[in-house]
């Protein structure tokens, strides 16, 4: 039995895990003694080191490919440098996919660092945000974003570091990249491995605090189905940016079962994704739904031949609307599959075998415990009862930073995670989504956080009260003024766009009128604010 398994037999890639936890061991890479104890850093340098010739990154855009061994002295120089200020305790990432970004990667995991992986894009209030709940010594960026991170940093002793390759040669002068003498530093597995940005269950901007060993028990979860180890899959398309967490699975899980990361700077579409797959020959990713229902009408299927997988997650979907992707898709059927994972769990909470049906997320990953509860409080004993999913197990995310209360609401005190989310489970138990009880939705396949924007518009001179929903064409807002205030909807528009990234800017439309419905304690009803922007929407009033 593999030592991360709660339910079940184990999955060969959790068997090939293993293997690699125990060389690890007996090669003396690790101060463990045993297969939980070892932390993430040692896996990465541990198998990119035994595979110095495996190809890791393909720029996309360039065509160059990088080694293990490439990508690895790099680390260490970088790793090197970061150590020789022990004062560097975090530092926060905003880079786009090439190999400097693969690089920094790993060396902040080998210097020890704890990286907080941010939005490439983020506006100078949005970074500043972040600052005090981070506290980063660092921020690594690209050349077109340091004006805006040295903004955000004024008055800070916060160092802005410009991570393309002549910038990280200054960064790294005089400090070697031989590996034979690199010495990784002492962590246990359960400490703090990187920080992700999240919702939470209430909707506000969170920071995650994800561990070592959680990272590392869920590096099998990709490759459940395969049987051929190590490289189950010949390439990985990487398609997500530094900020979610499906990049820090790819880029962790990918080296260790020797599978290439094919990888681009340049903004994605679905015309880019097909023509990278068709020229790189790609037979593994994960998209999200609406990117991939682009896809489906605009790839050829030579385009998308080599695929094995493609793995849609990211937001709810209707399966009619992936047809067209599935049809042009080859045979055997099945490699196409809807997954549900969080940032809280580290990744991948539930994968169907090969052909389950694409309006169902499959069954819980054997390595959680989970339950459904029904809006009583009970727990579900039935098929196709509804309930919200709670799930249990060491790969639960250690908390929030500086923000233990969040932490209390979304943990119960016995260790149970409330996912926010209804499903229902039929005989085989194979879940299917029923709705969403956060308040955070996503547009554009980013997160969007109401109470972010509320936040702003509260602050023009003249609001009484706004709320911030997910309607059919972008964000919407209903906004109380007080009376003669004077305040138009192009001011609202103004304040949000010179503020927020252009995702969060409200394309719904704005309503303003003279009160917002409430629950019986006086607080603002979402869902009956939702209904109302709909109905006004439809009326033209919202706009």
Known sequence: MSYAVKR??????????????????????????????VNLAEVMF???????????????????????????????????????DRATEKVIIMLRNTEHMSALFYAVLFAGVVPFMMELQSTEYEIQQFLPLVSPHIIFCEP??????????????????VADGSSLDKFTLGCSDDIGSFQLPDVRADCTALIQPTSGSTGVPKAAMLTHEG????????????????????????LSTCQWLSHTLIMISFPVYQVPILMTPLKISAE????????????????????????????????????????????????????????????????????????????????????????????????????????????????????ELYIKGKCIFKGYVNNEAAYRETVTPDGWLKTG????????????????NKLSFKYLNHHVYPEEIEGVIGTIPGVHQCVVVGADAGPAAAVVLQEGCGVTREDIQQAVNSTLSDYKHLRGGIAIGKSLP??????????????????????????
């Open 518 to 543: 409430t629950t019986h304690t006086g607080k603002v009803h979402r869902g009956k604010c939702l209904q109302l922007i709909q109905e006004l929407v439809h009326r033209g009033e919202c706009f």
């Open 215 to 238: 990272m590392v028990m869920q590096m099998p979860s990709s490759w459940m189905h395969h049987t051929q180890f190590p490289r189950p899959t010949g390439m990985g398309l990487l």
């Open 8 to 37: 079940g037999s184990p999955w060969k890639s959790q068997l090939y895990l293993d293997g690699v936890l125990d060389s690890i061991i007996q090669n003396g890479g690790t101060r463990a003694k045993s297969r939980e104890g």
């Open 46 to 84: 541990y198998c990119m080191k035994n595979s110095p010739d495996g190809i890791h990154t393909i720029n996309g855009a360039t065509g160059e490919k990088f080694t293990n061994l490439q990508i690895l002295k790099r680390a260490v120089s970088i790793a090197r440098a970061l150590r020789s």
């Open 272 to 387: 880019y994704i097909a023509e990278l797959a068709g020229k790189y020959r790609a037979t593994w990713t994960l998209i999200g739904p609406s990117i991939a229902a682009q896809l489906g009408h605009i790839a050829t299927p030579d385009q998308l031949s080599s695929f094995d997988r493609l793995f849609i997650a990211g937001s709810s979907f209707s399966p009619d609307m992936l047809a067209p992707l599935k049809d042009k898709l080859p045979a055997p059927p099945g490699r196409l599959l809807n997954v549900f994972g969080m940032t809280e769990t580290h990744g991948l909470i539930a994968v169907g075998p090969l052909g389950t049906p694409l309006n169902s997320v499959g069954q819980i990953n054997n390595i959680l415990e989970y339950r459904l509860i029904n809006e009583k409080g009970e727990i579900v004993k039935e098929p196709y009862e509804k309930g």
């Open 144 to 161: 077109d974003r340091v004006d805006i991170a040295t903004k955000a940093v004024e008055g800070t002793d916060i160092r802005v570091v």
């Open 421 to 436: 989310d209804v499903f229902y489970r039929d005989e085989q138990e194979r879940l299917f989504f029923v709705n969403r």
